[in-house]
């Protein structure tokens, strides 16, 4: 499919050569005139994915209950920062508040909340979502021109959207996978010249392997870890992924729910690949935040109380309406292969030695504090 983004793409690559998978990857979500996120709202059942909030509001809820949970380990100070980045239509937010007033009057009361977006459409949907909201919202572009303050940070699917550099194994040793034109036009994969350091591979490498690094991901996180570590606080990071560095090409792209080829439809789909939990975690410790071993979201959602949750919520309406929760809960929380409760995965980090449920029943915390 012809787009576009694609002609703007095979114009560079003539003027200039190929370009990485990241410059790729990153033209595709945020280039200003054709950039998936600049054009339109992806999100909900008539967008081209459906995120967990949209799912059900039981989502939004527990993570509303968990931010309380945390602010209490912290002891309860005044004056938090409630800072969602990537906050899609702005539903997570408004159900985490809603809790949040419901349940811990003195957090909302003091708190101000602080959503970073960096597309103009999305902001005008989350401003008419949080319009009633309990807590005041502020919009910021960067996590870095939110004020210092005791902070609670959340975000969901936000790192699967950032950009990831490939490296193949070739014959030659491992070279960065890079986007080309094909003999026929149209684009193409290709291997260049940069290698990597085989001291960060992850052991015995087939030919053909792929393996993926973020440093954008790993430099997001840093700033998170360090922002706790300065003005004290808590992040949660949500998102599909692994748990241990490995091998495997997770570039993908979706179009109307369904999965499509990602070099077919520049900036008409959504580009997305599997998150590295170790390398989120290693650059958190680096900066010396205390870093919670991930937990899987179904056991998460199911430790915060989703079944109790879940029975409240259909307690006296109609079968129909009881059996809508019940499938999204399984959709939430099912850990069969491929469901939610399986593939994504939660990180806790935070700026303190602090204990918070449900990550305080795991064995201890690696890296940073102890």
Known sequence: MTTPLAKKLRRMIAAAGPISVADYFSACLGDPEFGYYRTRDPFGAAGDFTTAPEI????????????????????????????????????????????????????????????????????????????????????????????????LLFCNELFDALPIRQFVNTEDGFRERLVTVGDDGALAFCAGAATIDRDTLPGHAVAGDIFEIAPAREAVMAEIAARLRRCDGTALVIDYGHLESGYGDTLQAVRKQEYAGVLDAPGECDLTSHVDFQALGTAAAAEGAKVWPPMNQGGFLLALGLLERAGSLGAGKSPDVQQEIRRSVERLAGTGQGQMGNLFKVLCISGADVAIAPFNSLAGPSGGLS
């Open 56 to 151: 059900s509001q039981l989502f939004g809820e527990l993570i509303g209950i968990f931010l309380i949970e945390a602010w209490k380990a912290h002891g309860r100070p005044a004056g938090t920062r409630l800072v969602e980045i990537g906050p899609g239509r702005g539903t997570l937010m408004a159900d985490a508040q809603r809790v949040i007033d419901r349940l811990a009057p003195e957090l909302a009361q003091s708190a101000t909340a602080h959503l970073v977006e960096t597309s103009e459409k999305l902001e005008a949907i989350q401003r008419e979502t949080l319009a009633g909201a309990q807590i005041k919202c502020h919009w910021h572009t960067a996590v870095t021109d939110v004020a210092d303050g005791f902070t």
